[in-house]
């Protein structure tokens, strides 16, 4: 999970060229191998679907030209919108990890049978979490 963790890190980071939101996120497969990742470019590409969570599936999808990904599991810094989670149901995958709760969501509502699973430690959710901070903090300045 280390290599998890430093991957999406390190995804994350690119997000401050752009002026993006701080979230990455990518696919693994049954072996936990990571196949690809992507992070948050809505404000880079002026598109407001370019959450991380949708670009990795969509260059997976791209990648093996099969919108069927229930053989992949997605691992995200933070627990997904509404609008990705939709996504997410399309592209068959049916299990999500993530480091972070998403306070911005309402989730009383949702109706899914996706697994949402919080992985990492509490260390590892402050670095998430700090970046974010840092990130809506330097936006107000």
């Not at 598109?47 to 990795?56: K, L, P, W, Y």
């Not at 993530?98 to 509502?109: H, P």
């Amino acid at each position: 999970m280390e290599l998890i963790f430093n991957t999406l890190l390190k995804e994350l980071k690119k997000c401050s060229k752009s002026q993006d939101v701080p979230v990455s996120a990518l696919l693994i497969d049954k072996n936990n191998k990571i196949v690809t990742k992507c992070f948050n470019s809505r404000q880079k590409k002026y598109n407001f679907t370019n959450h991380a969570e949708i670009r990795v599936l969509n260059k997976m999808f791209k990648k093996t030209k099969n919108k069927n990904l229930s053989d992949y599991t997605l691992v995200t810094t933070l627990k997904p919108c509404l609008m990705c989670i939709t996504v997410i149901e399309q592209s068959n995958i049916t299990k999500v990890l993530y480091y972070l709760e998403n306070i911005k969501c309402n989730y009383s509502r949702l109706e899914t049978d996706l697994n949402f699973k919080k992985i990492g430690s509490d260390d590892e959710a402050r670095t998430f979490e700090k970046e974010l901070k840092d990130f809506f903090s330097n936006l107000r300045k």
